[in-house]
């Protein structure tokens, strides 16, 4: 396994993957990369190179892409990812309640506080469709599937 077994996904891998655990047996790699939301190139090979040797992929955006990216970062991102073939994606969308609001213009740091109204037509732009959503104190847990498996 590659990646830092400090990060708290590293670290829910090993267990899972541990004797006893649900993914015991699996070779399954984490990978930390550095990346610029705004050039998703490396993105596209990264997704090109990882279908061509037959890997079944998934992401995940917590605390991220969803809630701090731009209309056109999350649709230029999440287009990226269906083209690539992934099937499932994960995420949290940051809340529009009045409140939430309220707690980010004290903030330092620029949300978009979307709700699920708000995202969802950018996930239908880039391909996918909201399949589940959960709602958590100030935003809301998704899960996107492709926009065509999700009408099957």
Not at 39 to 52: E, H, W
Request: with cysteine.
């Amino acid at each position: 396994m590659r990646g830092r077994t400090g990060r708290p996904s590293a670290r829910a891998l090993l267990a899972l993957t541990a004797p006893h655990g649900p993914l015991h047996g699996l070779k399954i790699e984490f990978q930390h990369h550095v990346y610029d939301w705004n050039d998703t190139a490396p993105l596209a090979r990264q997704l090109a190179g990882l279908a061509a040797c037959g890997a079944i992929i998934a992401a995940s955006s917590e605390g991220g892409l969803f809630e701090y990216g731009t209309d056109d970062a999350v649709v230029t991102n999440l287009s990226a990812l269906a083209r690539g073939g992934v099937p499932i994606v994960a995420g949290s969308v940051t809340s529009s309640s009045e409140l939430r609001k309220r707690m980010i213009a004290q903030a330092r740091f620029r949300l978009f506080p979307r709700g699920l109204e708000g995202f969802a037509p950018l996930a239908e732009r880039s391909g996918y469709v909201i399949a589940e959503s959960r709602t958590a104190v100030v935003s809301e847990q998704v899960l996107l599937r492709p926009r065509a498996a999700s009408s099957q």
